[in-house]
């Protein structure tokens, strides 16, 4: 059969499904550069001789603090610049990142190449986003991010499990030997078959007071601002169990290299619910489901806080718990990153680099002291989901309150 392409799909010197298993994997290195590290952190604290147990979370949260400032210059340099500059410029930073992370030979130099990293991942993160949106509009654009988000969420499910295979054959350095070859595999990639997607003359210069307006906006609008607040407080929520992880499964609950598999399958959850989610919103909308897994998240959450007074807890316990909780991140974060982006249209480049970057930087420090916290107990991270999820479902309610006539600038009325 003779595949077709879009005359969108065909100005990107590629065809469509070799456009959206790039794209996917563009996305991707974000994923694999957090998640094929987890089950090496034990290993990685031992080897570097980490000033505690807690102290080798930091290698997630600064990737994450180096991605979150990355995509505030990313973002606004890709629309005036162009796509595949950015991507290259990104990946040799990536380059950099990875290379210090496996010279290091203490933790500090590793902590330096992990924010290293995090810088060089924002430019194919954003590059990712937006060559789709030059691509694609509408319910063409509706439907590759669909496909797009399948191959992204086989990502989480399979990196702990590379990591782990890698470590089979090496040691914990061998990890970034696989980011290497991972990323340069992408550069020969698009080096070779990608065409810029954005015309020079729809290039928009990069200012300081455009930049400056654009994240005034957003921070001053009433919607989009409760709405970046709450990602922050679901994925600050969320990375305190990231960064807990490789200690509830390998040390408190023992599962030595079963841990891959067991996140895997968590990760696989998270991936249905999205794509569930994508079948139902235009049924039943993006704020009443969201409103809803918000409910479901702080009473499991409750609940589950609850039994530690009176049972121990068990594996199978947590695994039921964390699959309603993954389900109900599969129905949130792409619903309130759309209504938070909803009334942002006319500065959409510059508004999602801010959302984004906000929300990653609040994450990366609640995420962080959830992880600190963490003592051979899943009481800190259950307590996380059920405070933050509290405050986030009273800010969305705070956020739909009245019209958007009440928005904080009354110039974005």
Same mark, same amino acid.
């Given at each position: 059969?003779?595949?077709?392409?879009?005359?969108?799909?065909?100005?990107?010197?590629?065809?469509?499904?070799?456009?959206?298993?790039?794209?996917?994997?563009?996305?991707?290195?974000?994923?694999?550069?957090?998640?094929?590290?987890?089950?090496?952190?034990?290993?990685?604290?031992?080897?570097?001789?980490?000033?505690?147990?807690?102290?080798?979370?930091?290698?997630?949260?600064?990737?994450?603090?180096?991605?979150?400032?990355?995509?505030?210059?990313?973002?606004?340099?890709?629309?005036?610049?162009?796509?595949?500059?950015?991507?290259?410029?990104?990946?040799?930073?990536?380059?950099?990142?990875?290379?210090?992370?496996?010279?290091?030979?203490?933790?500090?130099?590793?902590?330096?190449?992990?924010?290293?990293?995090?810088?060089?991942?924002?430019?194919?993160?954003?590059?990712?986003?937006?060559?789709?949106?030059?691509?694609?509009?509408?319910?063409?654009?509706?439907?590759?991010?669909?496909?797009?988000?399948?191959?992204?969420?086989?990502?989480?499910?399979i990196a702990p499990t590379l990591g782990q295979a890698v470590m089979f054959l090496s040691d914990w350095r061998g990890v970034f030997i696989m980011y290497f070859v991972y990323a340069g595999l992408l550069v020969i990639w698009i080096a070779t078959r990608l065409q810029e997607t954005l015309p020079k003359e729809e290039r928009i210069p990069m200012t300081y007071t455009g930049f400056a307006n654009g994240f005034k906006e957003v921070l001053t609008h009433r919607k989009t601002a409760s709405y970046m607040v709450c990602m922050g407080l679901f994925f600050g929520s969320f990375m305190g169990y990231l960064n807990s992880s490789q200690q509830i499964f390998q040390v408190?609950?023992?599962?030595?290299?079963?841990?891959?598999?067991?996140?895997?399958?968590?990760?696989?959850?998270?991936?249905?619910?999205?794509? =569930? +989610?994508?079948?139902?919103? %235009?049924?039943? *909308?993006?704020?009443?489901?969201?409103? !809803? @897994?918000?409910?479901?998240? $702080?009473?499991?959450?409750?609940?589950?806080?609850?039994?530690?007074?009176?049972?121990?807890?068990?594996?199978?316990?947590?695994?039921?718990?964390?699959?309603?909780?993954?389900?109900?991140?599969?129905?949130?974060?792409?619903? =309130? +990153?759309?209504?938070?982006? %909803?009334?942002? *249209?006319?500065?959409?480049?510059?508004? !999602? @680099?801010?959302?984004?970057? $906000?929300?990653?930087?609040?994450?990366?420090?609640?995420?962080?002291?959830?992880?600190?916290?963490?003592?051979?107990?899943?009481?800190?991270?259950?307590?996380?989901?059920?405070?933050?999820?509290?405050?986030?479902?009273?800010?969305?309610?705070?956020?739909?309150?009245?019209?958007?006539?009440?928005?904080?600038?009354?110039?974005? @009325?």
């Open positions: 059969m003779v595949m077709t392409h879009s005359p969108s799909a065909r100005q990107s010197g590629i065809g469509a499904k070799e456009f959206t298993v790039l794209v996917a994997l563009l996305m991707s290195i974000v994923a694999i550069s957090i998640d094929a590290l987890l089950p090496a952190l034990g290993i990685i604290g031992e080897a570097l001789n980490a000033t505690d147990a807690n102290q080798p979370q930091l290698l997630i949260g600064l990737m994450f603090l180096g991605m979150a400032l990355g995509q505030l210059v990313a973002g606004p340099m890709s629309d005036a610049l162009g796509r595949k500059p950015i991507l290259f410029t990104g990946f040799a930073l990536y380059f950099v990142g990875t290379f210090l992370c496996h010279q290091a030979d203490t933790m500090d130099a590793l902590m330096v190449g992990r924010f290293v990293q995090g810088l060089g991942v924002a430019g194919p993160y954003i590059a990712a986003v937006s060559l789709v949106r030059d691509m694609f509009s509408g319910a063409q654009m509706a439907r590759t991010m669909s496909l797009v988000m399948m191959i992204f969420v086989l990502v989480p499910a408190q609950f023992n599962v030595g290299v079963m841990f891959s598999v067991y996140f895997g399958g968590l990760a696989l959850v998270l991936g249905v619910s999205s794509l =569930v +989610n994508s079948r139902i919103v %235009e049924q039943y *909308g993006m704020r009443p489901i969201a409103l !809803s @897994a918000i409910v479901t998240i $702080v009473a499991a959450s409750g609940t589950f806080l609850g039994l530690h007074a009176v049972v121990t807890i068990q594996l199978w316990m947590f695994l039921i718990y964390a699959a309603v909780l993954f389900f109900c991140f599969g129905l949130l974060f792409g619903n =309130v +990153n759309a209504m938070a982006m %909803e009334p942002m *249209g006319h500065v959409a480049g510059i508004a !999602s @680099a801010v959302i984004g970057s $906000v929300s990653a930087i609040m994450s990366m420090g609640i995420g962080t002291v959830i992880g600190q916290l963490y003592d051979n107990s899943l009481i800190p991270v259950t307590t996380g989901f059920t405070v933050l999820g509290a405050l986030a479902f009273l800010l969305m309610k705070w956020a739909e309150a009245g019209n958007t006539d009440l928005d904080l600038d009354p110039a974005t @009325a």
